[in-house]
Structure formats: structure tokens, C-alpha cells
Antibody, heavy 117, light 108 residues
């Protein structure tokens, strides 16, 4: 089955760190650019970060730049998002999404990150 | 930074046509895509490259993009189309993906 499965979310204190994972299956993971998108409770979709197929190029939203690192392990078919110096405003469901170059045609189910003391 | 603007809500009667707009500076020079998101679910791509439909998306969904506005049109709207809809584009100058704020479509 073609799917993306996120994990690693949870409750973290402000200033803390968390690493999200996105396991891909059913397709050739290394052929695709991958993205993280987040959605705060009751709010809209917000792009977080992108990594190209071989991992050599990454991009970040201004709101997370310097605090977040996207990476991938094509041998393990897994995408990662390392999040440091977390703030309350980072509270959201985080989705990974597959990008063939013209829109996200596959999304995971999302993992909830809650930043609270 | 590049911005995309959508109406926050739209209401339509069953069987009528719903048109959801997405505005951005010279958006017509970029490719736009659209996502549908129902409560508690992940988004689903319904239009890509302005007007193409992924397999499995009903023909009543169509798209256009010209000038500063992209439009998602749902013809013969059904109750099952009630959802939030988001437009998206790639801003090459900043190397950022941009989403619109989303439009809540109510079918009543």
C-alpha cells in the first residue's frame, strides 16, 4: 500500500526538542521531493520545509528557519524533522507530504505536537 | 513574502456551482493547485497545474488560473463536497511553498 506514516509527536515544554519521522512505503521514496506542512488547531495549512530527492537542498519557512532541520534517509525510506527551541506557536498537527513537482499527491495522517508548560 | 488570499467562507445550495477564488500577485504566472480537507482528515489534492484533476477526483471539480486569480469550480455541488479548500503555489523567488488561508464551503 502506498502510504506515509508520521510518528514522534507529543507534549514538549517550551524550549524543548522533538524529532518527527515519516515512514514511506509502497513507492520509490528516493524519487520524490518531500515536505512538512503543519496545521494549528482550528487553523489553516502552513508550509514548514522541503527537501529534494537526494537530500542536497532544503528550504524552510521563515517562522521555523534556524530552529528546524529537515532530513531524509533514502535507504530507510524515512523523512525527518528535527525541531528545537520549540514555542507555543509551534503547536500543530504536522503532516509529511509527497511532491512529484506539481502538488502534494500523498499525505500522511499527521502527528500532533503540543508545546506547553 | 508572497501571499495568497481566499474568502474565508462560501455557501452554496446542492446542485449549484461553487466558485472559490485565490488571489496573489501575478498568480497566473505560477502553477496553482487546490486541496480539499474534511474534518479530522488529511488534505486531498483535487486540482494541480491549474486545471488538471488527479485520478479519482470527480469531473465536477475544475480549475483555472489567469492574471492574479486562480479559481476552483465545483459544478453540481453535492453535500459530500462540504469541506475546507486550500489553494497553493510555489514562490520561486523565495523558494517557499505558499498556501491560501482556506475557504470553508458549506452546502445547504
Amino acid at each position: 500500500e502506498v502510504q506515509l506514516v508520521e510518528s514522534g509527536g507529543g507534549l514538549v515544554h517550551p524550549g524543548g526538542s522533538l524529532r518527527l519521522s515519516c515512514a514511506a512505503s509502497g513507492f520509490t521514496f528516493s524519487d520524490y521531493w518531500m515536505h512538512w506542512v503543519r496545521q494549528a488547531p482550528g487553523k489553516g495549512l502552513v508550509w514548514v520545509s522541503r527537501i529534494i530527492s537526494d537530500g542536497s537542498t532544503t528550504n524552510y519557512a521563515d517562522s521555523v528557519k534556524g530552529r528546524v532541520t529537515i532530513s531524509r534517509d533514502n535507504a530507510k525510506n524515512t523523512l525527518y524533522l528535527q525541531m528545537d527551541s520549540l514555542r507555543a506557536e509551534d503547536t500543530a498537527v504536522y503532516y509529511c507530504a509527497r511532491d512529484p513537482g506539481d502538488g502534494y499527491n500523498l499525505w500522511g495522517q499527521g502527528t500532533l505536537v503540543t508545546v506547553s508548560s | 513574502s508572497y501571499e495568497l488570499t481566499q474568502p474565508s467562507s462560501l455557501s452554496v445550495s446542492p446542485g449549484q456551482t461553487a466558485s472559490i477564488t485565490c488571489s496573489g500577485f501575478k498568480l497566473g504566472d505560477k502553477y496553482a493547485c487546490w486541496y480539499q480537507q474534511k474534518p479530522g482528515q488529511s488534505p486531498v489534492l483535487v486540482i494541480y497545474q491549474d486545471k488538471k484533476r488527479p485520478s479519482g477526483i470527480p469531473e465536477r471539480f475544475s480549475g483555472s488560473n489567469s492574471g492574479n486569480t486562480a479559481t476552483l469550480t465545483i459544478s453540481g455541488t453535492q453535500a459530500m463536497d462540504e469541506a475546507d479548500y486550500y489553494c497553493q503555489a510555489w514562490d520561486g523567488s523565495s523558494a517557499h511553498v505558499v498556501f491560501g488561508g482556506g475557504t470553508k464551503l458549506t452546502v445547504l
